[in-house]
Nanobody
Framework: QVKVVESGGGLVQPGGSLRLSCAAS????????FGWYRQAPGEDIEVLAL???????NYGDSAKGRFTMSRDNAKNTVYLQMNSLKIEDTAVYYC?????????WGQGTQVTVSS
């Protein structure tokens, strides 16, 4: 069993920054792949950033240039630094942990960008 917990969401003004955290715990025996996603009301889920076990990363178009993903393998934790936030970044942000045979999702953390 693997538990995934996101934190760090909240209310921020346009142009502001937030740092999300995602901590995975449980039966994790090697560095997993992590992914950050988001879902706005009425929209499909969107991939923001992927971090693979080999250290390679990919960013979705919405995240490029503004969001940066980092990881602490010793803690099985990843972060998403979000800068220059826009109103359209308002969504529930989810973390996914991919162990190969199975993947696990957190409960999500709400990010609201509003003046």
């Amino acid at each position: 069993q693997v538990k995934v917990v996101e934190s760090g969401g909240g209310l921020v003004q346009p142009g502001g920054s937030l740092r999300l955290s995602c901590a995975a715990s449980g039966h994790i025996f090697s560095s997993p792949a992590f992914g950050w996603y988001r879902q706005a009301p009425g929209e499909d889920i969107e991939v923001l950033a992927l971090s693979r076990s080999d250290g390679s990363e990919n960013y979705g178009d919405s995240a490029k240039g503004r969001f940066t993903m980092s990881r602490d393998n010793a803690k099985n934790t990843v972060y998403l630094q979000m800068n220059s936030l826009k109103i359209e970044d308002t969504a529930v942000y989810y973390c996914n942990v991919n162990l190969g045979p199975a993947s696990y999702w957190g409960q999500g953390t709400q990010v609201t960008v509003s003046s």
